[in-house]
């Protein structure tokens, strides 16, 4: 989504950009400049860039600042990715902190472990495990700082982590160019009417931002505060001859396997008050060196309760022992600095280092039936209090004279400490411990990857581009411990070497033809928790996930073609995935528990097609549309669910065959935009043996179709309200949990 007249000014070659979306800058803020696509590979540009390469040799797509404020309505940060080929995030509510998931091409919103998120280069994605309560930390940023997101799809450039196997996101926040002031308040209101729960879940949201410019110092603060009521997630079903006896008021339904159940009520259902803090302070050292500080926090206050549908003789409600609650509290901290020479011209530079750290995360659960629960009872405490990531990145780039070629290589150190406790409560709402280090539970353990690797992206003639690269990497996970009250498990170090080999050939055809080849190996490798999260069971027998996990090993492949005009970009692109090893939690017959383990093989074949038409109708009109299939197959596993051989040729869970978005912007005239979307998935699944056929069902993955609307006004030349509907035709739609039904928001924005 680059404008098409911006890569046109920039090189002859460059007829073949993506194009769609312009929008107007704001008054305080310069516009930051679009990548530039020269014979079909994406340069970055500009003063403020992507933490992306310089030389980017596949499939990359964005949105800028104006294209959200117009298009989306915005609660949260992944909310810019909505309409994004091929890319879906599982988000269940606003605010939704814990589960919600980015899911790619070939990758299902399972598998959180195989995509890389980042905000001004700094890492967000929650590489500490791998599914839905490890999604990427969106808390630490904000739509209101967003300035562009990038995404750059595929592991064909070397310098990220197999991780990239899915999609690599970098959201661009803002810098200012003089002084700004900005502040947003924004409510939400859903309907919401599922099994025997009807009612509004509501919310509400504020934010104020700041920053200015004195010479070549620059600084951004923003805060937000987010109060959210999520509907149910949870859902308490039992068969008819486990129904409690003497109660009345369980709803008939149908489970994810089409069999008859009774719902009982609901679980985790939650409400949710968040405060985001982001402190950024840029100091020119010289005319070329740039230095960057970021503070960041979030912290999150949250509670969920039950609801029973069932009532005894008298009409009370009435419990099971099924029904439970939580309470809570998270304080995430975030840092960053970094050093970056940028000129556009001969040898430049980048010292980076960051940190993600919990400071504080406790959940307290308790141990004894609601409602009695309450009024205080005994319970337990998750604590991840110590848990965290830091990060090292040294990377140059390097423009020889005649600019023929450009080099970038790098070294980089990631590494990751996961620390669990589980402690005995004597009162789980205020959360006293039974005794000093009561200990229920406890595994933990650490991974590292330290990388090195170079890409050249060479210029062999006018209208051939060759990009080579490689990236050799060691990893290792050490200090693994799983431990109960009976028993305690020391795992060994390990450690592993890997090359991945990277290559991209693109070739202008005409002024308006590209046509570009990519491919490239990426391992990923096993996180902390895939490793060493586990337990022992009454026996003594330890039912942990294996800590001799073999990585991930994929090749993918990429062909694209792409055509471009005035006003137009069409691109097709055929993609091939072949995984080895991938990780997967599935029945483990030796301990008869669910481990994470090796399956032996995956391939995904698929064809992708994205429209993106500008400025029609004398400039007043954007559409873009996209459409993905995708064959996901599982090939080869030893492993097995319920019989040996039961997955084998079954589709790969949560990734549908076919997806589809749309979104079109109407200025009509200088005070009203006007937008429209539309979000398409196919059926899909949630099991590895595809034994879930009912998707639309708690647990199961259904087909949806949503619509959603927007439209802004611009009251005065500082003033802009908005009005938007999300799932504008209230489908009822599934991904294990169920997605937000209609849900209204309205909004008043200040920018000075």
Known sequence: MFPLAAARRAAPLAAAIAAAFPGLPLRAHEPVPAPERTVGVVTIIGSQPSSLPTQIPTTTESITRQQIADGINATDAEDALKYLPSLLVRKRYVGDYNHAVLSTRASGSGNSARSLVYADGVLLSNLLGNGAAFAPRWGLVTPEEIERVDVLYGPFSAAYAGNSVGAVVDMVTRMPRRFEAHAKVNAFTQRFDLYGTRGRF??????????????????????????????????????????????????????????????????????????????????????????????????????????????????????????????????????????????HAGFDWELAASGYQYRTDRVRTPGTAMPAAEAGSPGRETRLDGTGWTTLVAKAVWRPEGGAHVVDAGLQQERYRLRSRVTALADWRAGTPLAPDDRLSRFE????????????????????????????????????????????????QRSLTALSPKAALSHQVSDHWV???????????????????????????????????????????????????????????????????????????????????????????????????????????????????????????????????????????RVPRWR?????????????????????????????????????????????????????????????????????????????????????????????
Not at 459 to 482: C, D, I, S
Request: aromatic residues 10%; charged residues 20%; contains cysteine.
């Open 202 to 343: 509501d919310g509400h949201q504020a934010s104020v931002s700041l920053g200015d410019r004195q010479g070549g110092c620059a600084w951004w603060v923003n805060l937000n505060r987010l109060d959210s009521e999520s509907p149910p997630q949870v859902f308490v079903t039992r068969t008819a001859d486990k129904l409690p006896a003497g109660s009345t008021g369980a709803v008939p339904a149908r489970d994810r396997n089409d069999r008859e159940v009774w719902v009982l009520g609901t679980n985790t259902q939650y409400h949710t008050v968040q405060d985001h803090a982001k402190f950024k302070l840029a100091y020119e050292l010289s005319e070329a060196v740039r230095a960057t500080v970021t503070l960041g926090g979030w912290r999150n206050h949250a509670g969920s309760r039950p609801d029973t549908y069932l009532r005894d003789a008298a009409g009370a409600p009435a419990y099971v022992s099924d029904f439970s609650a939580t309470n809570e509290q998270l304080l995430h901290l975030m840092q960053a600095l970094s050093i970056k020479r940028h000129t």
């Open 445 to 492: 353990g650490n991974t590292e990857l330290r990388s090195a690797y170079a890409q050249d992206a060479w210029a062999m003639a006018p209208e051939w581009k060759l990009v080579l690269g490689l990236r050799a990497e060691q990893w290792r996970a050490w200090g693994g411990l799983t431990e109960s009250a009976c028993c305690a498990l020391v795992h060994p």
């Open 515 to 653: 046509l570009k080849a990519s491919t490239g190996r990426a391992l990923r490798f096993p996180t902390v928790a895939e490793l060493y999260q586990g337990g022992f069971n009454a026996q003594g027998q330890a039912i942990n996930n294996d800590p001799g996990l073999r990585p991930e090993r994929s090749w993918t492949g990429e062909l694209t073609a792409e055509w471009g005009g005035d006003h137009l970009l069409w691109r097709t692109t055929a993609f091939h995935e072949n995984t080895h090893d991938a990780l997967y939690s599935q029945l483990n017959p030796a301990t008869n528990a669910n481990t994470v383990q090796n399956v032996g093989r995956i391939r995904t074949n698929g064809l992708e097609a994205a429209l993106q038409i500008d400025g029609l109708l004398d400039r007043r009109l954007d559409l873009n549309a996209s459409a993905t299939y995708a064959d996901s197959r599982i090939l080869d596993n030893a492993g097995y669910v319920s019989v040996p051989g039961d997955t084998v040729g079954k589709q790969q869970p």
């Open 660 to 752: 589809a978005s749309a979104s079109a912007t109407w200025r009509a005239g200088e005070r009203w935009t006007l937008s429209a979307g539309a979000r398409y998935g196919s059926r899909a699944y949630n099991t590895l043996d595809n034994s879930d056929v009912n998707g639309s069902a708690y647990q199961g993955v259904s087909k949806y179709w949503i619509t959603d609307l927007r439209v802004r006004y611009r009251i005065a030349r500082q003033w802009t309200a908005s009005l938007g509907i999300d799932n504008l035709n209230n489908a009822r739609t599934w991904n294990f949990h169920p997605y937000p039904q209609r849900t209204t928001s309205a909004e008043l924005a200040f920018d000075l």
